[in-house]
T-cell receptor
Framework: GAVVSQHPSWVICKSGTSVKIECRSL??????MFWYRQFPKQSLMLMAT?????????EQGVEKDKFLINHASLTLSTLTVTSAHPEDSSFYIC?????????????FGPGTRLLVL | KQEVTQIPAALSVPEGENLVLNCSFT??????LQWFRQDPGKGLTSLLL?????REQTSGRLNASLDKSSGRSTLYIAASQPGDSATYLC??????????FGSGTRLQVQP
């Protein structure tokens, strides 16, 4: 199977600081990774699509200058929450897309819980 | 824009019951549909993936069906157990974009 890891699994930070979350595909290469956000008792909402070697594509309403995405290699994408505020507290989940011929499947990381005080 | 709806939003059943979770989507041009399980405070566990050319998939006590033309999928859970208690999410994949998730069904199986 395909494995995607996220680090850290949880983080607590003070308001105004920046937090970096890593998403790694451990046993396959992923030219495309996705970042989702989930608020309590709500479903996952796509934040942005991370493309290796190019700029990320952000969903409407997601500030690209606040949520910096870097996909510098085929196995690593990072999400940096800059100048975090309490309203940024959420569960962040990444996924990596694996292609096998015409079939494409997304594999999800275990998520990162962010609490901004 | 693809929209995914799950009914019911919450469900509580006694142990041993068979149950059906429903998922509907507005745009039938999908590549596949996936059912996930999410335990409180945890990530996603993929349960079943149905390709657009398939009509159903089975894994143990779980059976998922797909009717792409009508934009519907059902997840059937046989002989439910307390360990099945979780939120079940339906998601569809279309083209080069990410998955679009439904709002989920919170299932509670009473012992």
């Amino acid at each position: 199977g395909a494995v995607v890891s996220q680090h850290p699994s949880w983080v607590i930070c003070k308001s105004g600081t920046s937090v970096k979350i890593e998403c790694r595909s451990l046993d396959f290469q992923a030219t495309t990774m996705f970042w989702y956000r989930q608020f309590p008792k709500q479903s996952l909402m796509l934040m942005a699509t991370s493309n290796e070697g190019s700029k990320a594509t952000y969903e409407q309403g997601v500030e690209k200058d606040k949520f910096l995405i870097n996909h510098a290699s085929l196995t690593l994408s990072t999400l940096t929450v800059t100048s975090a505020h309490p309203e940024d507290s959420s569960f962040y989940i990444c996924s990596a897309r694996k292609s096998a011929g015409s079939l494409e499947t997304q594999y999800f990381g275990p998520g990162t819980r962010l609490l901004v005080l | 824009k693809q929209e995914v709806t799950q009914i019911p939003a919450a469900l509580s059943v006694p142990e041993g019951e068979n149950l059906v979770l429903n998922c509907s989507f507005t745009d039938s041009a999908i590549y596949n549909l996936q059912w996930f399980r999410q335990d409180p405070g945890k990530g996603l566990t993929s349960l079943l993936l149905i390709q657009s050319s398939q009509r159903e998939q089975t894994s143990g006590r779980l059976n998922a069906s797909l009717d792409k033309s009508s934009g519907r999928s059902t997840l059937y859970i046989a002989a439910s157990q307390p360990g099945d208690s979780a939120t079940y999410l339906c998601a569809v994949y279309a083209g080069r974009r990410a998955l679009t998730f439904g709002s989920g069904t919170r299932l509670q199986v009473q012992p």
